[in-house]
């Protein structure tokens, strides 16, 4: 199994992380809405409003931080600086919504008490979702978010508040649990996603590599060929140039006399004929002094 470099899992931890807060910030949003609609009324205007206010201002900040890390290059970022800016900024988010719960404890009904805990349960397990690539992230936003809410809610003293309390720190154990599965299983899924890049990759670059070794054979047998046919050629000129060059060898029966030669069909020929058949040779036909002299004695051909 391949091993996923440190810095580069950092890194996909990280845009995982990021990506999921598209769908985190306006989810928050909407949550904070609907609770200064639902609460209009049970809550103080000032401190609703307040703090209404202060979760649009975390809100953007944390869309502030989501945009400059997405205008940044993968390769040049360092994931820690990262990793606490995005932990600080959910961390802020998780106290706001446990200081509604506190608040809402202590001034309203039972009732709207249930529905904020009822809220504040949805966006905890929301965090599950957007927040359990990151286990300390997750802690950030899920521990002040329940656990002050549930403190007070256990040293009120009051029975259904207590059994309330009781029920919000169990719900919290449940989703700690949640998040450390869904954690392994994102991280294991980066992973083997990690190892099936690399494997595409290597194999790309194989391919590329068998590509270029029969491009390399290809070229190679094409000069292979160009020298078979040279060689060819070369045979062929050389069987042209044997066939034509015709040479004398072996024992040739001759005439003692009139010196004429008997072919291999057993022709007597005239021994010019003979080797102008089976050479190149031309003859230039002359007399030489001895036989003037015989045949014409009268003439004085090689007198000076």
Request: charged fraction near 20%; glycine fraction near 4%; aromatic fraction near 10%.
């Amino acid at each position: 199994m391949l091993n996923l470099p440190e810095s580069r899992f950092e890194q996909k931890r990280l845009k995982t992380l990021y990506r999921q807060h598209n769908v985190s910030l306006p989810g928050n949003l909407l949550v904070a809405v609907c609770v200064v609609i639902l609460f209009w009324r049970q809550i103080p205007t000032l401190f609703l409003w307040s703090w209404f206010f202060a979760m649009l201002f975390i809100l953007l900040i944390r869309l502030l931080i989501l945009r400059q890390y997405e205008s940044q290059k993968e390769a040049t970022l360092s994931p820690k600086i990262w990793f606490l800016r995005c932990g600080i900024a959910v961390t802020a988010n998780g106290i706001l919504w446990g200081i509604l719960g506190v608040y809402t404890n202590y001034t309203a009904p039972l009732v709207y008490l249930s529905i904020i805990l009822i809220i504040l349960a949805g966006v905890v397990a929301a965090a599950v979702a957007i927040n359990s690539v990151s286990i300390p992230i997750f802690f950030g936003f899920a521990l002040p978010a329940l656990i002050p809410v549930s403190i007070s809610l256990v040293i009120s003293g009051e029975f259904d508040r207590i059994v309330f309390g009781t029920l919000t720190l169990l719900y919290l154990g449940v989703m700690a649990q949640s998040a450390k599965q869904s954690n392994k299983v994102i991280l294991k899924s980066m992973t083997y996603r990690y190892e099936k890049l690399q494997l595409l990759d290597d194999l790309q670059k194989e391919k590329a590599q068998v590509m270029d070794l029969n491009k390399q054979l290809g070229l190679d047998i094409e000069k292979r060929k160009q020298t078979e046919k040279e060689k060819e050629r070369l045979i062929s000129e050389l069987q042209k140039a044997l066939y034509e060059v015709k040479t004398l060898s072996g024992l040739i029966p001759i005439c003692a006399h009139c010196k004429k030669i008997r072919d291999d069909s057993g022709y007597w020929n005239q021994i010019e004929s003979y080797i102008h058949k089976h050479s190149d040779v031309d003859f230039s036909h002359s007399i030489c002094p001895d036989c003037a002299k015989n045949l014409y004695p009268d003439m004085d051909l090689y007198d000076d």
